[in-house]
């Protein structure tokens, strides 16, 4: 199974769900913090985040589940409208949980993504201003992603290495 991991665009859910019906989807989870955050009066803000944080780093669908009761109790007077897309979009949150758990921490945020885009902006814009045709493009994006720097080259991320060599089973996965 596979995972998108995006921001809440619209229509974004409804075309991943249409090309790859089976894949998961999940949301930035940072980003959406940042939004609440934004949404909340600056008194409420950290003990707000120290609640979120709860939900988005349980070991647990339940857990997680726990945690957004907790939310709703907690904040659901104060904030109905950020509770309630809480709660609406859970399920799109917390996909990262149906996921391997040492690489669930990759999957949360669109932060990689976001890296990797930067990158490939940084080290395109040195080659060349204008590109003179959609296959010139191609071209030196897959120069640019198929011989990353140094630093890209020697990144490991932890968890990959025991999920591709298969020292990881899937009934370790909460």
Not at 50 to 62: F, G, M, P, S, V
Not at 95 to 115: C, D, G, M, S, V
Not at 116 to 133: I, N, Q
Request: aromatic letters at 8%; proline letters at 3%.
């Amino acid at each position: 199974m596979g995972i998108f991991i995006t921001d809440d665009l619209p229509g974004l859910e409804e075309a991943i769900k249409k090309i790859f019906p089976e894949a998961d989807r999940q949301l930035c989870v940072l980003h959406a913090v940042r939004d609440v955050l934004n949404k909340a009066r600056r008194k409420d803000r950290e003990a707000l985040a120290e609640d979120l944080k709860k939900i988005y780093r349980a070991e647990t669908q339940e857990e997680a589940a726990e945690a957004l009761r907790n939310l709703r109790e907690r904040w659901g007077g104060i904030y109905p409208k950020i509770v309630e897309r809480w709660e609406i979009k859970a399920y799109a949150l917390l996909a990262f949980l149906r996921h391997p758990k040492p690489i669930q921490r990759y999957l949360y945020t669109t932060n990689q993504l976001e890296r990797l885009a930067k990158e490939v902006k940084r080290r395109t814009k040195v080659v060349v201003e204008v590109f003179c045709g959609e296959e010139v493009a191609a071209k030196l994006l897959y120069l640019v992603l198929g011989h990353p720097d140094e630093t890209w080259g020697a990144r490991r991320l932890r968890g990959f290495t025991e999920i591709q060599a298969g020292s990881y089973h899937a009934d370790q996965t909460h």
